[in-house]
């Protein structure tokens, strides 16, 4: 009977128990949000600035396919596509394969956005009234800050998708009506952000070199002004830079290396010297990363750069994968013959061995009849294996020999792009303009022991010439010539050689056809309540 009773109370107390708590376990408990949270305080506007330098290195190293940094840099007039390609780089020089489905134009236009979405969430949240605890003065740099990486984001846009969708609030919830504004509207609120940017950001002397400084914000305005065809407007953000004092042209050498054979120009992309912190005086912005073998988290991905643009060296019996020859390098892509062959005076600094890699000797101890010897150049090697190639993302990690990944940091900009910007920006400005864009493109030229030009001989081909011998392996070369409207003209024209196994087609110089990327398909298939238009020729 107590056995019984027992029973029943204890049934009893499960039953109250579980009609006492049914209510509770139905509610729902959120863990995550659509959109990120107000911020309120300094330590959460800092981590989220931090965030917007997470998201722009996801660009640089971004590895799932590896083919993504020659997407902006074969099929233009600089680099072909090696077998040793992967996939994604085959739409841009088989450019009739360019369809709206494409990954990489899918890719750029999700990473723009995020970083849009992310910093209008600080910009909201720092415009707010109800923050308290932060000066003005500091508010009015978060907000600079955040607005640089705004612009930058558009700015991209515009150059690659033309009219674009313009979002300033934070997207809180789905919205599947967007439509792609008026250009005009576009660089509008471009201008406005970085003229905002340039007057609150910090001297590059005054903040840690690794933020956002006024220099970067008055670069991107004059690229910017560029591309709107306001050269005058250009013109001043670049002499703003060069009158600031802060930067200076590398004319001596510096750094790790000074005391090995080498030149001042090639000590700047060293690992270990791209920084203004470690004597680089031409550094505006570098992204910097850290080893990741050795720091966790030091880097967002694995950056595939000197995969990409070193050849497969160690394909060949006889040379050794080490640190004098780069590290482990695939040879994605391949410099074409205009840029190994033409391009370059014999006395160029920047056609030296220290910063183009002609010559291999063998250095295998296993193969002691060889060492030391010279290695010949022979046929198909010559594609991938063995070619010229660019010292600038040369590494060595002897954690990782392999190398899996780049260990340098990312120069996005520096002061020998300033002088080529402002001697477009003169130069298109005509008349007696021409003679002080002489002058920009001839400082460079000193610094690289090239002869001068004159006035007759200055075009806005030769300003792009001067741009591929100073910022090869730099810059983002699609963007370029896309900016000046030179894709199609100069790839056409440069870049046909017979050794290519693949070569450029469905590219026309006379048509609008693929000037400009496809607005990605998935996009415009999730908008359904509104038409968001696809650009020509898709």
């Not at 949000?33 to 660009?59: E, H, I, R, V, W």
């Not at 969430?121 to 003065?137: A, L, M, R, Y």
């Not at 065809?229 to 002499?239: G, I, K, L, N, S």
């Not at 002609?358 to 063995?386: E, F, H, M």
Request: proline share 4%; charged share 20%.
């Amino acid at each position: 009977m107590k056995k019984t009773f027992f029973s029943i109370i204890c049934l009893f107390l499960m039953l109250q128990t579980f009609v006492s708590c049914k209510d509770s376990f139905l509610n729902e408990t959120n863990y995550s949000a659509y959109a990120p949270a107000t911020l309120t305080d300094s330590l959460g506007f800092q981590a989220s600035l931090k965030g917007l330098y997470t998201q722009m290195s996801y660009y640089y190293t971004y590895s799932d396919h590896q083919g993504w940094l020659a997407v902006w840099q074969t099929g233009t007039d600089i680099a072909y596509s090696t077998p040793n390609q992967e996939s994604q780089e085959i739409p841009y020089y088989s450019y009739d394969k360019l369809v709206s489905t494409d990954g990489a134009a899918a890719y750029t236009w999700k990473w723009a956005y995020q970083l849009i979405n992310n910093a209008n969430n600080i910009i909201t949240s720092v415009e707010s009234p109800s923050i308290k605890g932060i000066s003005q003065g500091g508010k009015n740099q978060i907000d600079a800050e955040a607005k640089f990486f705004r612009a930058y984001a558009y700015n991209m846009l515009a150059t690659l998708f033309g009219r674009v969708p313009v979002i300033t609030k934070t997207i809180t919830a789905p919205k599947t009506d967007f439509v792609r504004a008026p250009l005009d509207s576009v660089n509008a609120l471009i201008e406005k952000d970085l003229v905002y940017s340039a007057t609150n950001l910090p001297l590059i002397d005054n903040t840690n070199q690794a933020r956002a400084n006024k220099a970067m914000a008055q670069q991107l305005l004059a690229e910017a002004y560029l591309r709107m065809d306001r050269p005058a407007d250009a013109e001043v953000q670049c002499q703003a830079i060069l009158s600031s004092g802060k930067f200076s042209l590398v004319t001596s050498r510096y750094g790790v290396k000074k005391a090995l054979a080498g030149d001042p120009f090639s000590d700047m992309f060293i690992y270990g010297n791209q920084r203004k912190s470690q004597g680089n005086t031409e550094a505006i912005w570098v992204l910097q990363q850290e080893n990741p073998t050795t720091i966790v988290g030091g880097t967002s991905g694995s950056p595939q750069q000197r995969r990409v643009w070193g050849p497969a060296y160690y394909n060949i019996a006889g040379l050794a994968i080490c640190d004098s020859l780069g590290g482990r390098s695939i040879g994605r892509l391949r410099l074409d013959n205009w840029v190994l062959y033409k391009l370059y005076e014999p006395t160029d600094m920047r056609n030296s061995r220290f910063n183009i890699r002609r010559r291999y000797t063998y250095n295998d101890p296993a193969y002691p009849a060889k060492l030391g010897q010279l290695v010949p150049y022979n046929s198909a090697d010559t594609i991938y294996k063995i070619c010229p190639s660019t010292t600038k993302w040369g590494c060595y990690d002897p954690l990782d020999a392999f190398g899996y990944s780049t260990i340098k940091d990312f120069p996005i900009m520096r002061l020998g792009e300033t002088y080529l910007l402002l001697a477009e920006a003169q130069f298109k400005q005509g008349g007696t303009h021409i003679n002080d864009a002489v002058t920009a493109i001839n400082t460079l030229r000193a610094r690289s022991n090239t002869s001068p030009i004159t006035a007759a001989q200055l075009s806005l081909n030769f300003i792009l010439d001067e741009r591929a011998r100073e910022l090869l392996a730099e810059e983002n070369r699609r963007m370029t010539l896309m900016r000046t409207g030179m894709l199609a003209k100069r790839a056409l024209r440069l870049n046909h050689d017979a050794t290519s196994s693949h070569p450029i087609v469905g590219l026309d110089s006379t048509s609008v056809n693929k000037q400009l990327l496809p607005i990605p398909q998935s996009e415009i298939d999730l908008n359904k309540d509104a038409v968001l238009e696809q650009n020509a020729g898709y």
